[in-house]
């Protein structure tokens, strides 16, 4: 007789990973996009009116003209959208069940990448505040596919300091194909520790939160970003009360009923906003 196997491991110890979950992505976008913290929930865009008048090319003595600006007096305003969710656990799997892993340390960590997620998902496709919904109509074009024709379109819209493009992955892959057939080779750079590939010295950037329809019909946008550059900008806010558990993101405890269960609240507020129009364009392609 020997040893068994089933009989030793018995006494061994077991090497386990933390908690995974296959819904997390680079979320590139969140990197990318400047954000702007906002105070009293709310964001206001002040724009000008009307334009400069200047006398240029004039002779001396001419009478020079006159100029001054008003401010919009019903500016465009933003509040925050709130994306919430809220943890249980039992007081005695805490107590019991920590080690060699935080458990409720394990929670808060993927929630929070939950949240991330969502974030992202929203600055695209929000109804309210993403970016297919605020693109103005005469900053969209419809293309074939994306290709380096169609693409270049897009750069002709944002033209002024373009940052990135942000596209579907498998837009990405029918765009490298169209470059193939063409003979075109795509320029790369590394950002963040990752490479990237580039069209005319912009990085394109992937996101899956990027719809795609049955139909292959998808957006390919391309964004100046940054209040600075009047382009677009993520909003944010942080919650007063609670502890920071991510960048934007809070847990607050919420008590302990009579079950022994705990409770935390956890907190994000977003939204994002297009300063000016000519800040985002849209290709409309099929893939």
């Known amino acids: 007789m020997a040893l068994l196997r ?55 003595g001419d009478k020079l003209t006159e100029t001054f600006f008003n401010i919009d007096d019903k500016p465009r305003e933003y509040k925050l959208s709130t994306i919430q969710t809220v943890i249980k656990a039992h007081t005695q799997t805490i107590d019991l069940y920590n080690s060699p892993y935080d458990q409720l340390g394990e929670q808060f960590r993927i929630v929070a990448e939950a949240i991330q997620e969502e974030t992202e998902a929203r600055y695209i496709a929000s109804k309210d505040f993403g970016l297919s919904a605020q693109c103005s109509d005469d900053m969209r074009v419809t293309g074939s596919s994306p290709n380096p024709d169609t693409m270049d379109d897009l750069l002709g819209m944002i033209w002024k300091q373009p940052a990135f493009f942000i596209m579907h992955p498998r837009a990405m892959v029918r765009f490298g194909q169209e470059c193939t057939a063409r003979g075109v080779c795509i320029g790369t750079v590394e950002m963040f520790g990752s490479p990237f590939f580039t069209w005319r010295g912009v990085p394109i950037v992937p996101s899956d939160k990027i719809n795609v329809g049955n139909d292959g019909s998808t957006e390919v946008m391309l964004l100046r970003v940054g209040e600075d550059r009047q382009g677009v900008v993520g909003l944010s806010g942080t919650a007063k009360t609670g502890r920071e558990i991510a960048p934007g993101i809070t847990a607050k405890f919420n008590g302990t009923d009579e079950q022994g269960l705990q409770r935390f609240l956890l907190t994000r507020y977003v939204s994002l906003d297009v300063l000016v129009p000519d800040a985002l364009g849209i290709l409309k392609v099929k893939i």
Do not use: M, Y
């Not at 976008?29 to 400047?34: C, E, G, R, T, V």
């Open 6 to 60: 089933d009989s030793a491991r018995q006494l061994s110890n077991t090497t386990k990973t933390n908690a995974q979950w296959s819904g997390i992505t680079p979320r590139w976008l969140l990197n990318f996009l400047p954000t702007s913290q906002v105070e009293a929930g709310t964001f206001r865009v002040n724009a000008v009116k009307q334009c400069a008048e200047l006398l240029c090319e004039h002779e001396t």
